[in-house]
Structure formats: structure tokens, C-alpha cells
């Protein structure tokens, strides 16, 4: 069985400031692939990020960043320099047979000006 | 481009009732997944579809439950006699198929259904 865990229930900064989401999962699957969304307050859940269990290779977006470590089985998710605008909850999913997600149950972020 | 459409938006109805809500995929898209979330959780799955064929039913998916994709291109989700424990957002997601690794899922707004 899959799982995700997302420890951090609500989080909030000042504008500007950095923060990191954090994501663990469990699978016995060597080939699976990591995901994180963001669901704004208007409720539609948009792709951020996939990532394969053979690729390390960490990755920049703009002011978004993800750090992944097999080692720790661990997805994490960095935005820099954050903004109002990114206030949303932000889920880390897991998925192993090409089929369903298994999503953890999100971290609310809030940034306030 | 379109995004995933889902029709209604929002359903209220008594409880025993049945209801039925509607997904349209990116066109382009053969991969259709149904996912139920309720306040304050994480989406799960329920069912997916390739196509026409349903490959795959979560046990969260009681008799109640039905869903089809008769064409391979809109889908319907049917929950018969609803129940208090209905009580949720009903998610409808999109990919295509890829030769290898999985294409990330596209989500549409949701129908939220709500049980008196």
C-alpha cells in the first residue's frame, strides 16, 4: 500500500519570507512518480510538479523548488520569497501503477502582507 | 484549450435521492479519473477509466456507486439512495496515456454535493 504523509496541517509566514512544505511517503514500489498541486481557495487543484523515482535531480521553478531524497523518502516543496497569492493548501501525491494518486491530506498555507 | 468541465458546479438534494454528475475531459485525453474529497482531506481515488473500459474501482466505491464512460469521452457518476456520508466534493481528472511514466492528472472544479 501507498502513503502519504504530510505532517505540517497549517503554516503561515510574512510575505517574503521563505518556507518549505514537507512531504513523506511509503511505497514498496521501486518505480513511481511524485507529484505536488496547489488548491486555491477556488478549489480546483493545479499540477505543479511530476518527478520519477529515478531522477534526484532537484528542481527550480521561478521562486518554487522541490528537494527529492530517496534516501529519506522525502518530496519537499520550497517557495522563496513568498506571496499573498501563493496562500493555498498544497498537496504531495504518490502514484505507482499509472492509474490512481494517493494524495496526502495538504498543507494550508497562508501568507499574509 | 479547455480545461475539465464538470456539471453542476454544486447539487443539493434529500437524503435517498439519486444523483448524477458529469465530466468532460481535455479532449484529447483517453485517461478519466473520479476522486471524492471531503473538507479538510487529501482527494481519494475512486475509480478510473482508459477509454471506455473501467481499469479500476477504490473499495471506497460501495454498490451505490456507478460510473461510466460510454463513449470514451464525457463521463458520468451516479450515486443511488445518497446517504450523510455522501456529503462531499466529487473531483473529475484527465491525462493521456504515455508510452512510459505517468502524465500528470488535470483536475476540474469539482461538483459539490450536499446531503439535508
Known amino acids: 500500500a501507498q502513503k502519504v504523509t504530510q505532517a505540517q496541517t497549517e503554516i503561515s509566514v510574512v510575505e517574503k519570507e521563505d518556507v518549505t512544505l514537507d512531504c513523506v511517503y511509503e511505497?514498496?514500489?521501486?518505480?513511481?512518480?511524485l507529484f505536488w498541486y496547489k488548491q486555491p481557495p477556488s478549489g480546483e487543484l493545479v499540477f505543479l510538479i511530476r518527478r520519477n523515482s529515478f531522477d534526484e535531480q532537484n528542481e527550480i521553478s521561478g521562486r518554487y523548488s522541490w528537494n527529492f531524497q530517496k534516501s529519506t523518502s522525502s518530496f519537499n516543496f520550497t517557495i522563496t520569497a513568498s506571496q499573498v497569492v501563493d496562500s493555498a493548501v498544497y498537496f504531495c501525491a504518490l502514484s505507482v501503477s499509472g492509474s490512481r494518486l494517493t494524495f496526502g491530506e495538504g498543507t494550508q498555507l497562508t501568507v499574509n502582507p | 484549450d479547455t480545461g475539465v468541465s464538470q456539471n453542476p458546479r454544486h447539487k443539493i438534494t434529500k437524503r435517498g435521492q439519486n444523483v448524477t454528475f458529469r465530466c468532460d475531459p481535455i479532449?484529447?485525453?483517453?485517461?478519466l479519473y473520479w476522486y471524492r474529497q471531503t473538507l479538510g482531506q487529501g482527494p481519494e481515488f475512486l475509480t478510473y477509466?482508459?477509454?471506455?473500459?473501467?481499469?479500476?474501482k477504490s473499495r471506497l466505491l460501495s454498490d451505490r456507486f456507478s460510473a461510466e464512460r460510454p463513449k470514451g469521452s464525457f463521463s458520468t457518476l451516479e450515486i443511488q439512495r445518497t446517504e450523510q456520508g455522501d456529503s462531499a466534493m466529487y473531483l473529475c481528472a484527465s491525462s493521456p496515456t504515455a508510452p512510459t511514466g505517468n502524465q500528470p492528472q488535470h483536475f476540474g472544479d469539482g461538483t459539490r454535493l450536499s446531503i439535508l
Open positions: 511505497t514498496r514500489d521501486t518505480t513511481y512518480y
Open positions: 477509466f482508459q477509454n471506455e473500459a473501467q481499469l479500476e
Open positions: 479532449s484529447e485525453h483517453n485517461r
